[in-house]
């Protein structure tokens, strides 16, 4: 085509763009704009999903749909160029410049093999069944660059254990996991050879027939993250119980005033994450995660709230530096976060860097959970329902029975870097400042 003549400006390379600073890959979910199709600059070209959230791409500019590079499902690359663009004669030649300078950018360096959707592929039943664990497996030592790979593809230290290792005195190196990975992961569900002489029977287990009903992308991700995390951190759940009814009394005698002079809402989990982010500053080590051998005590302490999706799902959006905010900063941005969870408007940044997780089971009617570490924490906490119960009050004049509004909380945290006597000590003192909670406080 003759661009002179036409009026139209070159074509156009467009790229994935940054999503995040700690995302690095992105599935293409739906493109919204097919070959031959026009669009206007900001019209929504493709979906893409991350392992936070899904996300809208807008068009740079007005033009035309060449070419899609990749199809839906597929696996992209940060930086990778997705779609060939035909700007229109109406678009300006400032906002290609600016499309072209993105697309120059040098994408973050990640650590995956270039065939990234091959990650995906599921290992045959017959692959499972046979796959041997390879003989020269006796090392069972992991370098951090590794553990780093396992982490981001979600590759549990047992499946690790299974891969065919060549590097020196049977290590495992970095070309055999991207190796492994290319080949589909065949050992993925296969059973580990005991050694202490006893093999796992492979069980024919009857499933039961019914509707099949396929996971969702986001369904399958929360599946690898919690079969992860059960894999790296030795679950401990400690529990405890709280007398919530001074700040139980408060709310209800607050709660209009306080939306009246802020114009927010006031639920508990204002009140939740600010108790909470006073007792991780007092114990400064449940706000850590593990990088190999080492500890990272984080500098910042930004709590999660996992939160329901309308498809059913939980995402984790996150409060940042909450142990700087004052109440009403805290139920704003609650709020807020709230409400794209509910409208699916949730940004990748709005997830991102939580250093520790809340989860209100009590939402839901339970009495009490047992929550799974939200990765790479080293704890995450469960809050039950609310409940009025009769019980028994000590006072200088002699014991009383009396209806109080108790809740059981739950604590699991990761045994590797949190014992008993820190964990058990930190979900007291949150107890602690739920029962002291102060009835004269001023909103």
Do not use: C
């Not at 009490?368 to 009050?393: D, F, S, Y």
């Amino acid at each position: 085509m003759d661009n002179k003549k036409t009026g139209f400006l070159p074509t156009q390379e467009f790229v994935l763009p940054r999503m995040g600073e700690s995302i690095t890959e992105g599935t293409i979910i739906n493109w919204l704009v097919q070959p031959g199709e026009s669009f206007e600059e900001g019209d929504i070209i493709v979906e893409v999903g991350t392992d936070k959230v899904d996300n809208e791409v807008p068009a740079p500019f007005s033009g035309t749909m060449v070419e899609t590079k990749y199809n839906a499902k597929d696996v992209v690359k940060i930086g990778e160029v997705i779609a060939i663009l035909q700007p229109s004669d109406s678009s300006t030649k400032a906002a290609v410049e600016r499309s072209r300078n993105q697309s120059e950018e040098k994408p973050t360096a990640i650590l995956t093999p270039q065939k990234t959707n091959k990650i995906a592929q599921k290992p045959s039943a017959a692959a499972s069944l046979t796959y041997q664990v390879p003989a020269n497996r006796t090392n069972k030592f992991y370098s951090p660059l590794i553990e780093k790979i396992a982490r981001e593809l979600h590759i549990s230290f047992e499946e690790l254990a299974r891969i065919p290792a060549t590097g020196k005195e049977g290590r495992l190196r970095k070309s055999d996991v991207f190796k492994y990975i290319e080949e589909g992961r065949p050992a993925q569900f296969a059973q580990p050879v005991a050694e202490a002489g006893y093999s796992i029977p492979q069980l024919n287990l009857d499933k039961g027939k019914g509707k099949i009903v396929e996971m969702d992308r986001m369904r399958q991700m929360i599946a690898d993250h919690m079969v992860y995390s059960k894999h790296t951190s030795p679950h401990v759940t400690a529990y405890v119980e709280a007398d919530m009814t001074n700040m139980v009394n408060w709310r209800n005698v607050n709660k209009e005033a306080f939306q009246k002079k802020y114009g927010e809402k006031l639920t508990f989990t204002p009140l939740f994450v600010e108790a909470v982010a006073k007792a991780v500053k007092d114990f400064p080590m449940i706000n850590v995660s593990v990088d190999g051998s080492n500890i990272i005590v984080k500098e910042h302490i930004n709590i999660g709230m996992a939160t329901a999706l309308p498809s059913g799902n939980l995402i984790v959006p996150v409060v940042r530096d909450a142990d700087k905010k004052e109440l009403p900063a805290l139920a704003k941005e609650i709020n807020e976060l709230a409400e794209k969870a509910r409208t699916n408007k949730l940004k990748a940044d709005d997830t991102k860097g939580s250093t520790f997780t809340i989860s209100n089971v009590g939402t839901f009617g339970s009495l009490m959970g047992t929550p799974i570490i939200n990765q790479p924490e080293a704890a995450i906490l469960a809050t039950g329902i609310i409940k009025k119960r009769a019980e028994v009050i000590e006072k200088p004049e002699g014991d009383t029975i009396e209806i109080r509004q108790m809740m059981y909380l739950s604590l699991s945290f990761d045994h590797r870097i949190v014992d008993g006597y820190l964990g058990g000590s930190f979900l007291r003192r949150i107890a602690d400042y739920f029962e002291q909670f102060d009835v004269e406080r001023k909103i």
